[in-house]
T-cell receptor
Framework: EAQVTQNPRYLITVTGKKLTVTCSQNMNHEYMSWYRQDPGLGLRQIYYSMNVEVTDKGDVPEGYKVSRKEKRNFPLILESPSPNQTSLYFC?????????????FGPGTRLTVL | GQSLEQPSEVTAVEGAIVQINCTYQTSGFYGLSWYQQHDGGAPTFLSYNALDGLEETGRFSSFLSRSDSYGYLLLQELQMKDSASYFCAVRSFTSGTYKYIFGTGTRLKVLA
C-alpha cells in the first residue's frame, strides 16, 4: 500500500530534550516536506527536500533540523524543544511534476512540549 | 509578503452547491492546489490547477485565474461527509526549488 508513515503519532516531552520524528514514504517520491499545523494558522512548511542530500528551509524553520540521507526517509529533529513547538506535525511527499501536484500526507504527529 | 486568503467558515445544506474562494499574493506562482481535511485526519489532495480554467473531478471542480490571483473550489451535490476543512495551497517556484504556502482553511458545515 502506498503510504507515508510517521512515528511517533503522539509525544509528550519536556523542554530541551532532543527528539526525532521519523517520516518514511514507499512511493519513490523525490519531494518531501514537513509542516506544522496550529489552530487558525493552517499548515506552515518547516523544511523541504527536492531530493537526497538536498534540503531547504520553509517558512518556519527555526528550532528544527532535517536530513535526507535516503530517498524514502526524511526525519525531523528538534535539538532543544520549547513549548512554542507544541503542534501537530505532518510529513508529506510527492513527485516533482510540472502539470500535477499531489502531496501525500502522513497521519500526523501530535507533539506537546512541557 | 506571501499570503493566501480564504473564508474561515461556510455552511450549506445537503444537496446544495458551495464555492470556496481563495485569493493569493505570492512570488513565483506555479499552481494552486486544494486539500480536504476531516477532524483528526490528515489533509488529502482534491485538485490542482496550473493553468487558467476549470478542472473537474467528480462532484468537485477547481478554477484558477492567474491574472486575478484567484481560484475557487466548487463542491456540488453536497453530502454530510463533505463536512471538513478545505485548504488552498500555492506551489511557488523560486531559485530552482518548489515551496508551498497553505491558506488558513475554510471549515465547511453541511446541514441535513
Amino acid at each position: 500500500e502506498a503510504q507515508v508513515t510517521q512515528n511517533p503519532r503522539y509525544l509528550i516531552t519536556v523542554t530541551g530534550k532532543k527528539l526525532t520524528v521519523t517520516c518514511s514514504q514507499n512511493m519513490n517520491h523525490e519531494y518531501m516536506s514537513w509542516y506544522r499545523q496550529d489552530p487558525g494558522l493552517g499548515l506552515r512548511q518547516i523544511y523541504y527536500s527536492m531530493n537526497v542530500e538536498v534540503t531547504d528551509k520553509g517558512d518556519v524553520p527555526e528550532g528544527y533540523k532535517v536530513s535526507r540521507k535516503e530517498k524514502r526517509n526524511f526525519p525531523l529533529i528538534l535539538e532543544s524543544p520549547s513549548p512554542n513547538q507544541t503542534s501537530l506535525y505532518f510529513c508529506a511527499s510527492s513527485y516533482i511534476q510540472r502539470d500535477k501536484d499531489e502531496q501525500f500526507f502522513g497521519p500526523g504527529t501530535r507533539l506537546t512540549v512541557l | 509578503g506571501q499570503s493566501l486568503e480564504q473564508p474561515s467558515e461556510v455552511t450549506a445544506v445537503e444537496g446544495a452547491i458551495v464555492q470556496i474562494n481563495c485569493t493569493y499574493q505570492t512570488s513565483g506562482f506555479y499552481g494552486l492546489s486544494w486539500y480536504q481535511q476531516h477532524d483528526g485526519g490528515a489533509p488529502t489532495f482534491l485538485s490542482y490547477n496550473a493553468l487558467d480554467g476549470l478542472e473537474e473531478t467528480g462532484r468537485f471542480s477547481s478554477f484558477l485565474s492567474r491574472s486575478d490571483s484567484y481560484g475557487y473550489l466548487l463542491l456540488q451535490e453536497l453530502q454530510m461527509k463533505d463536512s471538513a476543512s478545505y485548504f488552498c495551497a500555492v506551489r511557488s517556484f523560486t531559485s530552482g526549488t518548489y515551496k508551498y504556502i497553505f491558506g488558513t482553511g475554510t471549515r465547511l458545515k453541511v446541514l441535513a
